[in-house]
C-alpha cells in the first residue's frame, strides 16, 4: 500500500524543525527512523499532512558520558546503541534491550527518540527508560523541558508530548558496580516484538542482602509498569533464589495483563510469573560478578 499525499520538510536546524512543527500544529509529524511510522502511513494508520523529517539535522546523534549519567541523543540508531562501549559499561540494560529489537535492518534505522515517542508498549526501550528512572528531553517552541520516564508513557502510543515538541535527548543514571541489570523477553519468533518483557536492576549490600531493586513489565498493560513498590518491600532480604521466586510471585499476583484474541491474559501472567524470576535471578548473579 502507499501513503497517502503529505509534504515533505528537510530542516537542517531544530529550530526550523521547531518551527514547522508550529506551522502546521497536529497535522504533522516527525520522521526519524521510519521504522514505525512509514509502515503507519502505507497502511493509513496515520496521514499526516507534513513530514518533518529531523535526519539532516546536525547534534542529534551521539552518546555522552557525565559524572553520574549517560546522555543519547534522540537520532541515535538502535544498534549504535546495542554496541557502544560506552552504553554496555554504563547502562548495560539499556544496550541488552537494544539487541533484541526487531531485526538488523530495523536496528540500524530506528531511533531511541522514535521508539520513545511512539510508545509501543511491547517496546524495548520504553520499558528500559521507565525501569532505570530515565529523563526525556524535549524540545518545543521557545523552550526545552525535561520528562521524567514514569510520567511520560499515558496509555497506548500515547504520550505527554506535545505535537509541536521533538524528543531531544534521554539521560540515564550510570550503573554503580555494584549493581546488576538484565532485561528478557519472550517472543513468538526471534525478531518479533515481545509477548511480554522483563527488566530489572539489583543492588545487593556487602552482606548479601537487597539494597535496592528496580523492576519494569512490558508488553502486559498499555504501557511500561515499574513495579517500585512491591520491590521496594524486598529491601533487606537475604539475596538469593527465594528472594527472586517470592518476588516473582508478587509480580505474578499485582500485574493484571491485557487480553487480546491471540494472547490471552492469563498467559501473559504466566510470562510475567517465569521471567520476573528469570531476570531478577540473572541480574543478581550480574551484580555478584
Ligand atoms: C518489522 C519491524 C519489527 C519491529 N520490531 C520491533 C521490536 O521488536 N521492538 C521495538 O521496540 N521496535 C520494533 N520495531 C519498531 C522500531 O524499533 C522503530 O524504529 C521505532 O519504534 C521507531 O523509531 P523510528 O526512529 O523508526 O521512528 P519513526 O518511525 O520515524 O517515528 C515513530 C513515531 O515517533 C515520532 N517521532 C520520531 N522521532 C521523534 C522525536 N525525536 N521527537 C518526537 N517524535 C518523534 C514520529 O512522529 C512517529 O509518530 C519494529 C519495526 C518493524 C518495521
Given at each position: 500500500m502507499k501513503p497517502a499525499p503529505f509534504r515533505y520538510h528537510s530542516p537542517g536546524t531544530l529550530d526550523e524543525a521547531l518551527a514547522l512543527l508550529a506551522e502546521h500544529g497536529a497535522g504533522a509529524k516527525v520522521l526519524a527512523g521510519g521504522q514505525s511510522l512509514g509502515p503507519m502511513m502505507n497502511m493509513r494508520l496515520a496521514q499526516p499532512d507534513a513530514l518533518v523529517d529531523i535526519?539532516?539535522?546536525?547534534?542529534?546523534?551521539y552518546v555522552r558520558e557525565h559524572e553520574k549519567t549517560i546522555e543519547i541523543g534522540a537520532l541515535t540508531r538502535h544498534h549504535a546503541i546495542a554496541t557502544s562501549p560506552l552504553v554496555r559499561a554504563a547502562c548495560p540494560l539499556l544496550a541488552e534491550a537494544a539487541r533484541q529489537i526487531g531485526h538488523y535492518a530495523i536496528r540500524q534505522r530506528g531511533t531511541i527518540g522514535g521508539s520513545l515517542a511512539h510508545?509501543?508498549?511491547?517496546?524495548?526501550f520504553p520499558l528500559a527508560c521507565a525501569t532505570l528512572g530515565a529523563e526525556i528531553t524535549a524540545a518545543g517552541a521557545g523552550r526545552t523541558r525535561t520528562i521524567a520516564a514514569s510520567e511520560f508513557?499515558?496509555?497506548?502510543?500515547?504520550?505527554?508530548?506535545?505535537?509541536?515538541?521533538?524528543?531531544v535527548s534521554v539521560t540515564l543514571p550510570k550503573a554503580p558496580t555494584s549493581e546488576g541489570q538484565a532485561y528478557v523477553q519472550f517472543s513468538r519468533?526471534?525478531?518479533?516484538?515481545?509477548?511480554v518483557a522483563l527488566a530489572a536492576t539489583v543492588r545487593p549490600d556487602a552482606g548479601g542482602h537487597i539494597d535496592q531493586v528496580r523492576l519494569g513489565v512490558g508488553g502486559a498493560t498499555d504501557r511500561p509498569m515499574v513495579l517500585a513498590e512491591l520491590a521496594d518491600c524486598?529491601?533487606?532480604?537475604?539475596?538469593d533464589s527465594g528472594w527472586a521466586a517470592r518476588l516473582a510471585k508478587a509480580a505474578y499476583d499485582a500485574v493484571a495483563p491485557i487480553d487480546t484474541p491471540r494472547v490471552p491474559a492469563e498467559f501473559r501472567r504466566e510470562l510475567v510469573h517465569v521471567l520476573t524470576r528469570r531476570v531478577l535471578v540473572t541480574a543478581l548473579e550480574r551484580a555478584r560478578r
Open positions: 535526519n539532516a539535522i546536525a547534534g542529534l546523534d510508545a509501543d508498549p511491547a517496546a524495548q508513557f499515558l496509555s497506548l502510543m500515547s504520550t505527554a508530548l506535545e505535537p509541536e515538541e521533538i524528543i519468533r526471534r525478531g518479533d516484538f515481545a509477548i524486598t529491601r533487606g532480604e537475604k539475596a
